[in-house]
């Protein structure tokens, strides 16, 4: 994806938040960079759809996204 900023996260867990997914990028240290952020909410059964875009301000970030991104899963849930 040579020239995108925009990251497509899957398998997001269904009890995700906007909040949570938030906190969880800012934990890998995105903070600073995500313009745009967007996870789908089902609000019939008040679940997220299971995937999030997220946009960041340069390739490089994307790409650094992707990478911690691949082959991980986000915990199930936060204490």
């Given at each position: 994806?040579?020239?995108?900023?925009?990251?497509?996260?899957?398998?997001?867990?269904?009890?995700?938040?906007?909040?949570?997914?938030?906190?969880?990028?800012?934990e890998m240290?995105?903070?600073?960079?995500?313009?745009?952020?967007?996870?789908?909410?089902?609000?019939?059964?008040?679940?997220?759809?299971?995937?999030?875009?997220?946009?960041?301000?340069?390739?490089?970030?994307a790409t650094?996204?992707?990478?911690?991104?691949?082959?991980?899963?986000?915990?199930?849930?936060?204490?």
């Amino acid at each position: 994806d040579a020239g995108s900023t925009t990251v497509m996260v899957q398998n997001v867990p269904s009890n995700y938040t906007q909040r949570m997914m938030l906190k969880a990028l800012w934990e890998m240290g995105f903070k600073a960079c995500i313009d745009l952020f967007y996870l789908p909410f089902h609000y019939r059964n008040k679940t997220n759809m299971g995937y999030a875009f997220v946009n960041v301000t340069s390739e490089f970030e994307a790409t650094l996204l992707r990478s911690k991104l691949e082959g991980q899963q986000l915990p199930n849930s936060w204490s």
